[in-house]
């Protein structure tokens, strides 16, 4: 069946690059997006690429999408300590309007 | 501009009592609508969702129901809370391709 894997955490200083990684098993997925939830809020999208592409890039974001390996990746560049949450990995099938959900990295900011 | 109203933000409630959570959508019409819970601050679990008026499909089996009285307002209900029923419960709407945007959440404490 469909599934969508991440690490659970992530650490990095302040100013260093995040990346976190994520993988699915779905090859007919049309969209992949990127969420990002902060403490006791709902999630927020912050980006989504196509899967026809390959590289979207959005300010401090690159997403990058390896389509064979069925790898999804989002590069935070400048990590700010505004971005410590929990960033959640999703795709969309064709076949229906839902999203496959992975189970979310917590992103933590060392001083 | 499209958006998304959930409340009550907050609820504690005993256990045995009735439980009716609402959402609302505005600025567009015949969104897909869906209740995730999110226990323990981590994964999303799909409770339900709506593609029309009166059209809802569950998840998994649970002392929960939803229902859509009017194309853009979500209802989330129980007759009798349990204590599993605890957790974060969060709304959302989607227009296909353009994934979810969600409610704010509301946090649910039964005791």
């Known amino acids: 069946g469909e599934d969508v894997e991440q690490s659970l955490f992530l650490s990095v200083r302040e100013g260093d690059s995040s990346v976190i990684n994520c993988t699915y098993t779905d090859s007919s997925s049309t969209y992949l997006y990127w969420y990002k939830q902060e403490p006791g809020a709902g999630l927020q999208l912050l980006t989504y690429i196509f899967s026809n592409m390959d590289m979207k890039q959005d300010q401090r974001l690159t997403v990058l999408l390896n389509k064979k390996d069925k790898h999804l990746s989002l590069r935070i560049a400048d990590t700010q300590t505004g971005d410590s949450a929990i960033y959640f990995c999703a795709e969309s099938v064709a076949s229906n309007y839902q999203l496959i959900w992975g189970a979310g990295t917590k992103l933590i900011i060392k001083p | 501009s499209q958006t998304i109203h959930q409340w009550p933000a907050t609820l504690v409630q005993p256990v045995g009592s009735p439980l009716s959570l609402e959402c609302t959508v505005e600025g567009t019409s015949n969104p897909n609508l869906y209740w995730y819970r999110q226990a323990a601050g981590r994964g999303l679990q799909l409770l339900f969702y709506?593609?029309?008026?009166g059209q809802i499909s569950s998840e998994v089996p649970q002392n929960l129901s939803a229902s859509r009285p009017q194309d853009r307002q979500f209802i989330l209900s129980s007759k009798k809370l349990l204590l599993s029923d605890s957790g974060f419960y969060l709304c959302?709407?989607?227009?296909w391709g353009y994934g979810y945007t969600f409610g704010s959440g509301t946090r649910l404490t039964v005791v």
């Open positions: 709506s593609v029309g008026i």
């Open positions: 959302a709407w989607s227009v």
